[in-house]
């Protein structure tokens, strides 16, 4: 089968790391988020991955090729945006080769969902699209459905306001298409799947579910993207990730699970972890500590700063004794002096410069 990336949003609730990289290349554990989606679907059978690129294409053309896990890597480019039926249906020449049911996936979501298992209901229920289920505790952020016994959907909603929702079964961004479905998605239009194309499929009782209870995070806040590290780190790192060549002292002190990439310092009295991913090239100085958090690649943290459950974009520089806290976002090349407070969910553009503690939300632009 093949599996359709839909990987050309631009990660607006992730700004400012958005402004210069795509969602789908972040960070998990070291590893851009997209590569994690990719090796999933390579260990379930797939062969062919076609990537529904908009926004900053050439980066995941640059980094993925022509394949990539032993899959056919095609890519289908949007001129503008297309919401998330519309690349479905200008992907429609490279699904053509065979009329099979295919895969479409949401590229920001972080699952172990057994897509064997998904195709698998999708043919017995013979149902022209079969949608994969999660349960969660507060559905009003996604589409949420009505299911009868027969896992048949009988009413798809998007978004409801809390308390509207029908059930706690969400829409897990991961569908089986029947090739049939392309007939009536809108050719050239904005198109969104989930608020036109799911509710006629479930009004004429062709639209199924299959209920997944394995890891499933949607990465769309910077608080989700710190989770998707941190649960990515407890499945891979059970104790530490430290790649050769990197230099880390050994009266630094690891809290596991951390992963720590090639070329990175981590000095002495310097604490690293519980949860923290430090890329190609950072350097942590004497005294300071990061936990729960993310720094991208080439990020300098000087002597006694403090950084918890926040993100530090690549080349950043953060002084010493500055202190950034949680859902902060500090973006690539910025520049936070010594002494200054970053409190809960500041954002700082690229390349800008922070002489000064702020303390309620903001965007320093």
Known sequence: MKALILAGGFGTRLRPLTCTRPK???????????????????????????????????VFARYFGKSKYGMRILYSRETKPLGTGGPIKKAEPLLNEDEEPFFVLNGDILSTIDYRALSKAHLDSKARTTIALHEVEDPSRFGVVELNEENQILRFVEKPKSGEAPSHLINAGVYVLDHSVLDIIPDGKEVSIEREIFPILADNRELFG?????????????????????????????????ERGSKVSKKAKMIPPVAIAKGTVVEA??????????????VIKRGSRVENSVLFPHAWVDCSASIKNAIVGEGAIIGSWVKIETDCIVGDHAIIDNNVTLTCNVKVCPSKNVSESILQPSIVL
């Open 24 to 58: 789908l290349m972040f960070p998990v554990a070291n590893r851009p988020l997209l590569d994690w989606v990719m090796e999933q679907l390579s260990k379930n059978g797939i062969t062919t991955v076609i990537l529904a690129v908009n926004y900053m294409a050439d």
């Open 210 to 242: 299959h209920k997944f209870g394995s890891l499933w995070v949607d990465i769309g806040k910077p608080h989700d993207y710190v989770l998707a590290n941190k649960v990515m780190l407890d499945m891979i790192a059970a104790q530490n990730h430290i």
């Open 269 to 282: 009295d310097a604490v690293v972890g519980p949860y923290a991913s430090l890329g190609e090239g950072v």
